[in-house]
């Protein structure tokens, strides 16, 4: 099934409003200090590819638009391209919720707010681990509107397994923590929907519980 021409907007409509807004990205900064002051941490991500997908009704995925332009580096990251960021997660939220074979469009945006990727040569003592920090919306195209109108946050601190203990900067080059963090957050939002399931599953229905948590890869 093709994107309408006639859907949400023009892809360059929905990419101008998917755009971060300086409160956002402000909460995201928050957000992730707190996060990464508490040690938070992912379950291992499987690929998406072979895992059993959640249920999500209609769900068919139509635009994914990824926004890094105005995305701040936290505190010892190594430097990335915003791009290199944009691309990592277009690949990875299309691998995973590119699955679905519904019978609607549905499509995602994504702000990063804020990215760290861990560098070797920082004292062990600061543990320091890879995170992202997103602000995620779903668009439907058939009612031409946002299915949540405040944006959803969603915070990645990396998965254990790849050097957590000491930091993932002496154990991975940069690219292989981004495709981590975005197989992750592809997870995340997979999760997220699911627990909103109730928009693909016509007027009416009510939210449902979380999903469990996937191992393994």
Sequence with gaps: MSVSADGAASREGFLRRARPTRRGMIRATLALALAAGGGLAGCTTPDPATVKLPPLG?????????????????????????????????????????????ERLYHVAVNVGLYVLAQPGIPLVLSPKSALVLLVTVWDDAKKKKLNEKPHQ?????????????????TRSAEEQLAGLARQAAKAINDWLYENRHWFEGEGASPHPKPKAETGR
């Excluded at 105005?70 to 691998?95: F, H, M, N, W, Y």
């Excluded at 998965?159 to 900067?169: D, I, K, N, Q, R």
């Design 154 to 170: 969603i915070t990645i601190i990396e998965e254990p397994g790849a050097g957590f203990l000491v930091g993932s900067g002496y």
């Design 58 to 102: 209609d769900f068919r995925l139509g635009y994914v638009v990824v926004v890094a332009d105005e995305v701040q580096k936290g505190p010892l990251s190594r430097e990335v391209d915003p791009k290199t960021i944009e691309t990592a997660l277009d690949r990875a939220i299309r691998a995973r919720l590119g699955r679905y074979e519904g």
